[in-house]
DNA sequence: CGCCATTTGTGATACAGTACACAAATGGGG
DNA sequence: CCCCATTTGTGTACTGTATCACAAATGGCG
């Protein structure tokens, strides 16, 4: 997406590309919120997201009638809306393998908290890793794994580990019944079909914007 | 998406859409090729990426024929293929703003160099960042950014900057000539329709996962 | 040397996603 | 109180994408 994904979604009652505009109408409209605005239209919103406005009302349709004809949308109320649709009108606990530099940009990370997660729990293999300090957080051991998951019932984990021992990483956190892996070593993982993984992977989109660049890099 | 995209790409001549696939044939493949792989099938790299074999013949079939009836495709060959026609058979200089710890991250990654790029440098716009050290980098104020620019023909740039100073860190970015964005930024950037952007933001993928969980989380 | 299993590249076909266009509300202004 | 500009929600047409299915190569084996 443009990284990437891939899961199994069989309940296809709204297409799965419907869910994935989501979120970004509610961070948008957050914003539009902690702005002061009340109301917004979708033709507002398209133009600002470069969507056709047609595209948003027909996505929100599949879930409800949240505009009013002639106004638009309460934007508080939409958002409030799109929260309880996407379920994170609350806060859902995140496990992070791997404390490097990434591991720790994400667990110093500030944004999660108030749109719906909190990371709970850094894991690290490196002996000289554990116990350290990210925040107010110490990385644990991956030995702990299976006794935080069963005391937080954490369902989501970030992967951000060396690409070699992501798959390793991958097949732990489903035995001890995590269901969905943001995933972010440059790797295709391989894994059951009921567990959802994402990617993320800068590269990916690099080599996607330079097709479209007239070549001019350094020499090789 | 899995993460978001949005650009301006007129040359349709190939779908987008399928521009988007060839980086990750093209990782899985490299990966393939370096484990010692010589040949491999539309079918095995299909299955080991959960895409059709069909999907893959065609894709390819957009950009020549690289593959041998009976055999298959010769693994080192293709994979030069796909750099060439993704233009990564050498290395394209990038320009990170922003050395909060993301930035640190990033311009940490060894990840970079041997898929086709290099941060070749690392601007912020804060008095006390600025003269950092981050590997062989040193962290340059804002300033500088035209003089850099014009010297190495940057194309190519991320922003790890907080949300709120996103778009003024493209707003510049674009006046300096740079053509394509990766945006860490939770914002939709507002651009000029030359300029190609695509975005990486946890939480999109973390919300549009939730969607599918059943709700387990902890009370907001 | 001929057969068979394999695999590519691709036209035809089926499917999914987007855009269009309009009836039905809505509210403000004269 | 009525008119008009606005905007939603949605059935329909259209466009783009993925799948199917098969002819044409290929190479190994008997």
């Known amino acids: ?3 990437q994904k891939s899961s ?4 296809a009652a709204v297409p799965d590309i419907v869910i994935g505009r989501l979120p970004i109408y509610l961070r948008t409209l957050t914003i539009f919120r902690n702005s ?3 109301v917004t239209s979708s033709q507002e919103l398209g133009e600002y997201l470069g969507i056709s406005s ?3 009302r027909k996505d929100l349709s599949h879930f409800g009638e949240f505009g009013k004809q002639g106004t638009g949308y309460n934007v508080a109320y939409l958002c409030k809306q799109l929260e309880k649709i996407l ?3 609350c806060v859902w606990p995140v496990l992070l393998v791997g404390a490097g530099h990434l591991g720790h940009a994400l667990a110093s990370y500030e944004g999660f908290e108030n749109r719906g997660f909190r990371i709970t729990g850094v894991f690290d293999s490196s002996q000289e890793k554990v116990g350290g300090q990210i ?3 110490v990385v644990q051991p991956m030995d702990e794994l299976n006794d935080f998951v069963s005391r937080q019932r954490c369902q989501i984990a970030i992967i951000a580990v060396p690409a070699e021992a992501a798959q390793n990483v991958a097949n732990l956190l489903i035995k001890v019944g995590v269901k ?3 995933c972010y070593a440059p790797i295709t993982l391989t894994l059951p079909p009921h567990v959802q993984v994402e990617y993320i992977d800068p590269v990916i989109h690099f080599q996607h914007m330079t097709f479209y660049l007239s070549k ?5």
């Not at 199994?8 to 309940?11: E, N, S, V, Y």
């Open 1 to 3: 997406m443009t990284t």
């Open 8 to 11: 199994a979604h069989d309940k």
């Open 36 to 38: 002061g605005k009340d």
């Open 54 to 56: 047609a595209q948003i």
């Open 87 to 89: 379920k994170v009108d």
């Open 135 to 137: 925040g107010n957080l």
């Open 180 to 182: 969905s892996i943001l």
């Open 216 to 220: 001019g890099c350094i020499d090789s």
